[in-house]
């Protein structure tokens, strides 16, 4: 409910407004059309494109430490990759978009910091749109064919972070902006603020990007960097990866554990003492 899924209570059981045959338990969650069960990691590495150490994370931030511990304890066995979701399961035109999106705006501009021409470049790029429903601000993801496959949300309240990825998003993929084709590089953030932040820094620096693919993997996702550097063709195949990610512990064990599985893979880091870009384009 805290992601903007719409459930309603039914009797010690929550069912999903939208797919009945979805039911919630305490523990356990059971898609009777589908023939598919499971806990709440699995349900956060189907449906919502994490891996498994941040579906821990998330658990860890939204349950009891003693709640958290029976979940860990009792997925130890599962498999700590992204599994793949039915495709078929997401479709952008579910999603109630507003006409009206100056709540989107006043949040990217006055909290984000986003210059107003640049958020308006995107809109009519049709790269951001705003829920009706949740007021959430929208990313689509489009795939190597410009189709619609999934979407990034983030929340529009300043004193408020949400941030998630709509279920059923296809696997592998995360919102992306092409500049300047043929492609030659893959850039990949932690999320679509940080993306869009960085592409305004350098233009504000007089550096513009050409022939790049910047993609946020809404977390760190190692599949979702195989995955584009291969789905995505460029001018050289496969794209050279770049990594973008937040200046913390997570980011520096994610740039290794990359680099053991793809050559020549490079990183770019956020200037101290900022954590991540947006910060940066704040402080600029």
Avoid at 10 to 33: M, P
Avoid at 42 to 54: A, H, K, Q, S
Avoid at 125 to 136: G, P
């Amino acid at each position: 409910m805290s992601r903007g899924e719409k459930l309603k209570r039914n009797g010690r059981r929550y069912r999903h407004a939208d797919h009945e045959s979805l039911v919630f338990t305490s523990n356990a969650y059971y898609w009777n059309a589908r023939n598919e069960k499971g806990n709440a990691i699995d349900l956060l590495v189907r449906y919502y494109g994490m891996d498994f150490e941040t579906a821990v994370k998330e658990l860890i931030n939204h349950t009891s430490q003693a709640v958290t511990a029976a979940l860990i304890g009792a997925a130890v066995t599962a498999e700590p990759t992204e599994k793949s979701a039915d495709p078929s399961a997401f479709s952008f035109s579910d999603i109630v978009l507003c006409t009206d999106m100056r709540r989107a705006i006043a949040y990217l501009n006055k909290t984000r910091g986003i210059d107003y021409g640049v958020i308006q470049e995107l809109i009519g790029k049709k790269l951001i749109y705003q829920e009706a429903e949740t007021n959430n601000i929208v990313f689509p993801i489009y795939d190597e064919n410009d189709q619609i496959v999934g979407a990034e949300t983030v929340g529009s309240l300043s004193n408020s972070r949400y941030k998630g990825i709509k279920a059923g998003r296809k696997y592998g993929y995360g919102f992306n902006i092409a500049i300047d084709k043929p492609l030659r590089y893959a850039l990949f953030f932690e999320s679509a603020i940080d993306l869009i932040s960085f592409m305004e820094l350098k233009r504000t620096e007089g550096k513009p990007l050409t022939g790049c693919l910047l993609v946020s993997m809404a977390g760190v996702k190692e599949n979702i960097v195989e995955h584009t550097l291969t789905a995505f063709k460029g001018v050289f195949e496969p794209l050279e990866a770049v990594l973008c990610v937040d200046r913390d512990t997570a980011g520096v064990n994610f740039v290794k554990a990359v680099e053991r599985k793809i050559k020549g893979v490079r990183t770019l880091t956020v200037n101290a003492p900022h954590k991540d870009w947006n910060e940066q384009l704040k402080a600029r």
